[in-house]
């Protein structure tokens, strides 16, 4: 039987590692030791930095990474990874990204993650994510429940099915065939967060396939606190405002809500029970704020960056 890295083998010299970072912290050390890890390693990895402080450059040069800087203030999830993808060398066809807080979980993560694209029709493949050992119980579920341990490849036809979920992907660990990526557009530096699925949306929409690699894997959670699940959810309604056509083609997100917070219920009762109220409220402020985001364009500017966490999106 191969080993898992063996469908890696043809794509590593054709593939290039895109990190966009800003102040990456204590993880960082650990982010390094994985990316450095992988067999085989990727032709390329590229930092894009928005002017990190904390010392963190230092680090990421002497692991042979090299370092772009992105001036922070012009900072864009979608547009500052399109930067990157436009400066790419010819010959690289497949580009790998993941966020700073994203550590790769075995040598081979990148090379399963890689083996989607042997399926010609595949465009986009992201992995799984199970939580940080620091993470909290609600944190945990909402890994759990996002990244099952089942493969899946998404296509068009599935979108009744599926809903807004059909085009579900995350840039904390994905990977894009190139050609369909600039067939596409790129990425759009017009959303305040969601570039991924926005993507992955318009991928879909012209006949390429999306594919959930379970046997990749990265250690990435975040244990929000009520202020940032707020402003989170926030943008989250100002994007699917702002990006309406999504919800036209792929309907609404309320169906998935509604399952999330009964598998909530069930996870927090058998781990965590005490943490059910905070779960609750936590779901009561999710639906105020994005229903505060989906009617951004009647609240002030000055409103609007206070209850975003993207602030710099409103200057």
């Not at 050390?29 to 928005?50: E, N």
């Not at 600039?182 to 959303?191: D, E, I, L």
Request: a positive charge; one cysteine or more.
């Amino acid at each position: 039987m191969p080993s898992p890295s063996q469908p890696f083998l043809s794509f590593s010299e054709m593939t290039a590692v895109l990190v966009p970072t800003y102040n990456p912290g204590t993880l960082w050390v650990d982010f390094l030791s994985g990316l450095q890890a992988q067999t085989p390693a990727p032709a390329l990895c590229w930092v894009l930095d928005s002017e990190s402080t904390d010392g963190s450059l230092a680090k990421t040069t002497q692991a042979g990474l090299v370092v772009h800087t992105v001036q922070r203030k012009q900072f864009n999830h979608g547009g500052t990874r399109q930067w990157g993808v436009e400066r790419l060398p010819a010959g690289v066809e497949f580009v790998v990204f993941l966020t700073q807080d994203a550590v790769l979980a075995g040598p081979e993560a990148l090379g399963h993650l890689l083996s989607g694209f042997a399926d010609p029709e595949v465009a986009a493949v992201y992995g799984r994510q199970t939580p940080h050992p620091q993470a909290s119980a609600i944190a945990a579920h909402a890994r759990h429940f996002n990244y099952p341990a089942q493969c899946q490849t998404r296509r068009w036809s599935d979108k009744d099915r599926l809903g807004l979920k059909a085009c579900f992907l995350s840039n904390a660990f994905a990977a894009y065939r190139l050609s369909a990526l600039r067939a596409v557009g790129g990425f759009s530096p017009r959303v305040i967060l969601g570039e991924d699925t926005h993507l992955a949306a318009r991928l879909l929409q012209q006949g390429h396939a999306i594919r959930y690699e379970a046997q990749a894997l990265v250690y990435h959670s975040h244990n929000y606190s009520l202020t940032s699940e707020f402003a989170r959810y926030f943008d989250t309604g100002v994007f699917h405002h702002d990006e309406n056509w999504m919800i036209q083609n792929y309907g609404k997100a309320g169906r998935e809500g509604l399952r999330f917070l009964k598998s909530e219920i069930r996870f927090l009762l058998h781990h965590a029970p005490w943490r059910l109220p905070e779960a609750l409220v936590r779901t009561a402020l999710k639906v105020l704020a994005y229903r505060l985001g989906r009617s951004h364009m009647r609240l002030p500017v000055g409103l609007k960056k206070q209850l975003s966490m993207h602030k710099g999106f409103w200057v």
